[in-house]
């Protein structure tokens, strides 16, 4: 059954959600990308009451992932904003949301150099599911990029995600 929010909060108005893939950075392999995209999705799911399915038709789709890069697409080059993601507009939203990744900044799957692809799509989602940045370092929800924090946090983000969706099914 879906999830009726009762609060105020930007959310979405059903907690199975479906994500389309629309282009990926070549810095990485397609099936590593996926791979990497599906990992921070379930880095959620694990937490809350929500869950990911990765679907082939981009119109069906609640998430659209795609890529980007200049000030067309809202990036500012190599080492500046790494991606973005719209939040719910609001509360039990069903609509399609946009999150975007700069193809000038170097992806990385942790055998590389780069930015950590999955760290940083997992702090994208949070936004997506319609958290706020998080004024604590630690958070995956921090206003910047940690290498060391790939998934939701208990002191914040896990607090923070339950209020909206509830403990894990």
Request: cysteine-free; proline content about 5%.
């Amino acid at each position: 059954p879906d999830f009726n929010l009762s609060s105020s909060k930007r959310s979405w108005g059903s907690n199975n959600l479906t994500y389309f893939i629309a282009n990926r950075d070549n810095d990485l392999a397609s099936e590593v990308w996926d791979s990497l995209i599906a990992e921070a999705f379930f880095s959620w799911s694990k937490v809350a009451g929500v869950s990911f399915k990765k679907i082939e038709n981009e119109a069906s789709a609640n998430i659209l992932i795609n890529i980007g890069s200049g000030k067309e697409d809202h990036f500012d080059g190599p080492n500046g904003t790494l991606a973005w993601a719209y939040l719910p507009p609001r509360p039990n939203y069903t609509g399609q949301l946009l999150m975007k990744f700069d193809t000038e900044e170097l992806w990385s799957s942790g055998h590389e150099a780069g930015f950590l692809l999955k760290n940083v799509a997992a702090h994208e989602i949070g936004h997506i599911l319609g958290l706020s940045h998080s004024e604590k370092k630690t958070a995956l929800m921090a206003p910047h990029y940690n290498k060391d924090i790939f998934e939701p946090q208990q002191e914040d983000d896990i607090i923070r995600i339950q209020e909206i969706y509830g403990k894990p099914n």
